[in-house]
């Protein structure tokens, strides 16, 4: 049963020290800022964090990165032209990096939601990346064999939810969060607005209220300025 709280530090006051840590976001579209920045503050700390990057400029993920709170990052994308936090903290072997091609970033969640135990992918065949995995040739071509991502939680950012907790996206924020979702002990939700249960089109639904554990409403400068321009339509 999906909970409401009414903070964003409510939401993750329950996470612990030397979690892993599922965070939706591709860059800074669809990454739950406000829930990061209460984890941030809540003092959280040895944490493993599996995103798309290893973060941006001075906020969101690159904060707790900045303040030595994560042990081990599993990215696809690590080094940006503002990923400067990253760069320092690597440099300096405060920090662990698992280098994952993003289809594979993307399955092996996938994969971790399914129940699957393995599978076996072409991509990284004959690189660095597949140094110590089982290969195995299939039908004249080689594989790789990879594992799961499971998550002890995941915290995503959506567009709406009802009240049971069932999410819809918006746009290019949806990326990585349905398949962490499934993939996380507990799932952390941000949404700009709750609506009653009912009120969402079953159709548009992507993230079914089962997944979603607890739940938080954080109005963010887009959310205000939609429903400016949606007042204004009316």
Known sequence: MTKIVESASEAVANIDDGSTILIG?????????????????????????????????DEGLALLIKERRVDKIICSFPRQSDSWHFDEAYRAGQIELELVPQGNLAERLRAAGAGIGGFF??????????????????????????????GDVALIKAFQADQKGN????????????????????????????????????????????????LV????????LAA???????
């Open 25 to 57: 976001g591709f860059g800074n579209a669809g990454q739950p800022m406000e829930l990061i920045g209460a984890l941030l503050e809540g003092g959280a700390k040895n944490l493993t964090i599996v995103n798309n990057n290893a973060g941006q400029a």
């Open 121 to 150: 992918t072409p991509t990284g065949y004959g690189t660095m990346l597949a140094e110590g995995k089982e290969i195995r040739e299939i039908n004249g071509r080689n594989y790789v064999l990879e594992y799961p991502i499971h």
């Open 167 to 214: 999410l819809v996206y918006r746009k290019t924020a949806r990326n990585f969060g349905p398949v962490m979702a499934t993939a996380a002990k507990q799932t952390i939700v941000q949404v700009e607005e709750i609506l009653p249960t009912g009120s969402l089109d079953p159709e548009n639904i992507v993230t079914p209220s089962i997944y979603t554990d607890v």
């Open 217 to 224: 409403a954080i109005e963010t400068e887009s959310s205000a």
């Open 228 to 234: 400016r321009e949606q007042g204004a339509k009316n």
